[in-house]
């Protein structure tokens, strides 16, 4: 009975309830982390862009950061920032891509990556980008 439960919550064969609630936990927990750590890394990227070359528009910017965290090429970047424009600038309403967006798409893409046999993000990585990236960027 407790494995047809198991397997009937999400859970593995054989895989108890509560390993499977630790396992959510911990995967809850890293998501977070992966969220913080890159939301403050790729602030400070963009705040010593900002410093260093104030006459780069923003979207040069963006590039930078991107190809400074994940090491793409061009066309990667260009991939980034586009996929970051069309989950996120682009709807409920059209508007300018930030940096907030460009950052939760990079948290996403971290997160999924560090484990691929997790689909989808458990966490609200929203509001902990928030509380790193000013509302404005």
Known sequence: ??????RQSGHAAGESWLAGLSREMLGGWRERRVARRTSVESLELYREL????????A????EQVVA???GFDGDGVRR?????EDSFASWPVERPLKLRDVVQ???VHECLNADPSIVGVRTRLTTIIAEVI???L
């Open 1 to 6: 009975m407790g494995e047809a439960k198991g």
């Open 68 to 70: 400074r965290r994940t």
């Open 105 to 107: 798409y990079l948290v």
């Open 59 to 62: 979207i040069e910017r963006y």
């Open 134 to 136: 000013p509302k404005d």
């Open 50 to 57: 900002e410093a260093a070359r104030p006459e780069l528009p």
């Open 80 to 84: 980034v920032l586009r996929r970051a």
